[in-house]
């Protein structure tokens, strides 16, 4: 069930909107039939946060960390 929460659409607004949730909902559940895992995209990749150098701290840090006056 759709529910508008906020506005007033147009029938032709709420047609589209449908139409576009319904087709998102076809293709997922064809690529459900296909049998095939799913294979996750790219930028959802949690380790693709830990790819970059993380440099620590240098011991004057907590100075540099102050806005200058």
Known sequence: MIK???GNPT????AA?????QARAAATAASAESGGPAVP???????RIARAVRHRPGPRAWAR???PV
């Open 11 to 14: 029938p032709e607004e709420l």
């Open 4 to 6: 508008v929460v906020r």
């Open 41 to 47: 995209e790219g930028w959802s990749d949690p380790s």
């Open 65 to 67: 960390s102050y806005w």
């Open 17 to 21: 909107a449908l139409a576009v949730v």
